[in-house]
């Protein structure tokens, strides 16, 4: 019984981490979102956390289409390979759909920016490829 309450007290501990890193990603500081941003990609890769992020889809989204707008080279590649990550966790069907289908613009405006920083860049394309292997709807 104490091994599943300590199980579940360590979940919920991790989940209220990846909430702040989620809040993280609005802040005014470039620095505390790239810092999220890379916290998010550790957890994402380390850890299935598809209902977790189900629930929560939509505003981090949001956040990272800011980043990628916004950002400048760093945290516009780190968005890229959060993205790709998060496109993983959501998977095939109409979530992941639905999240390629929302970001597949910007990420073709960043990849095709001759001002974006080259990582920035080969990232963004890296989250297309992979993103539209993993969740295009069309054969297109």
């Known amino acids: 019984g104490s091994e599943a309450a300590g199980e579940q007290g360590q979940e919920e501990e991790a989940e209220d981490k990846l909430k702040e890193h989620m809040d993280n990603l609005l802040d005014k500081s470039a620095k505390m979102r790239q810092a999220a941003l890379q916290n998010l990609r550790l957890a994402f890769s380390s850890k299935t956390l598809s209902e977790f992020l189900l629930e929560r889809r939509l505003m981090l989204t949001d956040?990272?289409?800011k980043c990628l707008k916004k950002g400048k080279g760093e945290e516009q590649a780190l968005?890229?390979?959060?993205?790709?990550?998060?496109?993983l966790q959501m998977g095939s069907g109409p979530e992941g759909q639905e999240l390629f289908?929302?970001?597949k613009p910007l990420l073709i405006s960043v990849l095709t920016d001759s001002t974006a920083s080259p990582g920035a860049r080969q990232n963004c394309a890296t989250a297309l490829?992979?993103?539209c292997?993993?969740?295009?709807?069309d054969l297109e």
């Open 63 to 65: 956040s990272l289409e």
């Open 79 to 87: 968005a890229g390979t959060v993205l790709t990550l998060l496109c």
């Open 101 to 103: 289908r929302s970001l």
């Open 129 to 131: 490829g992979m993103c």
């Open 133 to 137: 292997y993993i969740a295009a709807a």
